[in-house]
């Protein structure tokens, strides 16, 4: 039953994206909602931590090419 502070809504997922989002709460240990909320919150955080990571990786990935190495 939703608290009163947090109320629900239903949402319309294709099985695909339901699918895609019920492994991802499975790998982080979580409920389908709990991925959900946690997915939203992170696309509005400013800091978002797993896009900065990407950048740092592909930055680093660049530099490597650049140089003409591979590791």
Known sequence: MPQPDKPSFHLRLTPALRKRIRVAAAENERSINAEIAARLERS???DDEDRSKAVRLLTDALSILDK????
Do not use: D, V
């Open 68 to 71: 003409g190495g591979t590791g």
């Open 44 to 46: 509005f955080s400013p």
